[in-house]
């Protein structure tokens, strides 16, 4: 399995903010939209990704307070980066090694997308739920002939 398989199925909504706006601003926009990180633009450049890892820190550091900070002051300017053509297993490794939950997806330059810990826990289980039922089936429709000549 692909990236680009996660990406068919979950869709390629993304949410971008710019490198000025107002933290305030994006983390009304990622509670607002139930989400877990944005994609940080300039123009149609990908520059940095804003997760709540990042917020929480400049909650920390800053006394819960983020009058005052722009995007551009909290988030992860050197954000690593999948392919459609990368692997799963890749990509997990990816995330674990880097302790990323988020990674966006750039091809040829272009952002296709951002797929998250949850697309890929998600699509492992649904594929091996499929390969489960699939074996299951296999077994229930073992012929007759090969149990005889089994025992």
Not at 37 to 57: C, N, P
Not at 102 to 108: A, G, K, N, S, T
Not at 116 to 145: C, G, H
Request: glycine content about 4%; overall charge negative; charged content about 25%.
């Amino acid at each position: 399995m692909k990236v680009r398989d996660i990406l068919r199925v979950k869709g390629s909504t993304l949410f971008t903010v710019s490198q000025e706006t107002a933290l305030q601003t994006a983390v009304l926009v990622m509670s607002e939209h139930d989400i877990g990180s944005l994609v940080v633009m300039e123009y149609d450049k990908l520059v940095g990704m804003l997760t709540f890892r990042e917020v929480i820190a400049a909650l920390a550091q800053h006394h819960g307070q983020l009058d005052g900070l722009q995007v551009k002051s909290v988030m992860n300017a050197k954000p690593i980066c999948c392919n459609m053509e990368t692997e799963i297993d890749d990509v997990r490794r990816m995330m674990l090694v880097d302790h990323a939950r988020y990674l966006p997806v750039v091809d040829q330059k272009m952002l296709m997308g951002v797929i998250s810990f949850y697309d890929v826990a998600k699509s492992v289980v649904e594929a091996q739920d499929f390969e489960n039922t699939m074996l299951k089936a296999y077994i229930r429709d073992w012929p007759e002939d090969m149990e005889k000549t089994a025992n």
